[in-house]
């Protein structure tokens, strides 16, 4: 055992711990294309075993941002990973891209095997959920960086297109609809702004039981996973549905839907067109936050916006609806004529 690097505040030995807890929620992600097991310097992927002809790489990068800090003070970990992997492969999904890997990075004060396997086995578990594989990472115990109870979470994702089928909003057209699919809550973004508005101004804790959230703990509330949107977008793209998608992150609709947009159109949001999830209702009351700033803030309730042929609306709700999966016709594409969104 190096015993200078235990007296630096290193533990070598945890090391090897989380990586033999870890191993058996690495396993459950395999995929085709996997080569190899954890351990190496790298991870492996055989790309061309996937039978794409003209294929195209597309990646993405996120953390959890400061909603960690509420997974700390509930006391749970087993869900954050969830959130790390979807504000990744949600991304490269909106570009109409399979996800195939997935690599986490973990930064700690101290490393706390137990934990860290709660951390990963989320990871792993947004990996199920995306069809990607978890084929390697990094802990790094940083004594001194962050207090012994603190540890930061980050990962990144690689997924593939043919090069034909990649989805860019190129296409998007004045008079194309608008399809919303929702959000399971407030998601990965906006958590200072929440935490501000709930703890520090409205006096609340994670413990703190609201009737507006059917009666659930508040805490418990903002932990609700980050939803992956990957296997309802798969059918869509299949079928040539989908012109352009936007991922509401942080930015909330004002600076994401435009992302897809040409230049020279706008969106035009029916917000009466879906229910606001009430947790929102409840972090605008705590925070005295202007209600069109949210839009600006938060997904509101719609976590993936939809650009599709308005003669095709329907034919893509009813696909999103066979697979279990609910649509909503929250507007259209309109010439720009002030705002890129325009929210009525």
Known sequence: MPEAYEKAGVSV?????VVRRIRSH????????????????GGLF??????????????????V????????????????GVDCVAMCVNDIAAQGAEPLFFLDYIACGRNDPALLEKVVSGVAD???QAGAALIGGETA????????????????AVGVAER???VDGSGIRAGDALIGLPSSGVHSNGFSLVRRALFDQAGYDVTTVLPELQSRALGDVLLEPTRIYVKALKPLFAAGLVKGVAHITGGGFIENVPRMLPDGLAARIDRSSWTVPPVFGVIERAGDIDHDEMFNVFNMGIGMVLAVDADRADEALKALSGIGERGLAIGEVVDRSGDAVELR
């Open 164 to 166: 034909s089928h990649l």
């Open 126 to 128: 947004g990996c199920v």
């Open 13 to 17: 030995e945890a090391g090897y711990e």
């Open 26 to 41: 690495v396993e459950r992600t395999g995929r085709p294309g996997v080569m190899g097991g954890i351990g190496g310097f």
């Open 65 to 80: 941002g400061t909603k960690l800090m509420v997974a700390s003070m509930v006391g749970r970990h087993d869900t954050i």
């Open 46 to 63: 055989d790309l061309a075993s996937l039978g794409y002809r003209d294929p195209v790489l597309v990646s993405g990068t996120d953390g």
């Open 141 to 156: 115990e940083m004594p001194g960086m962050y207090s012994p109870e603190e540890y930061d979470l980050a990962g990144f």
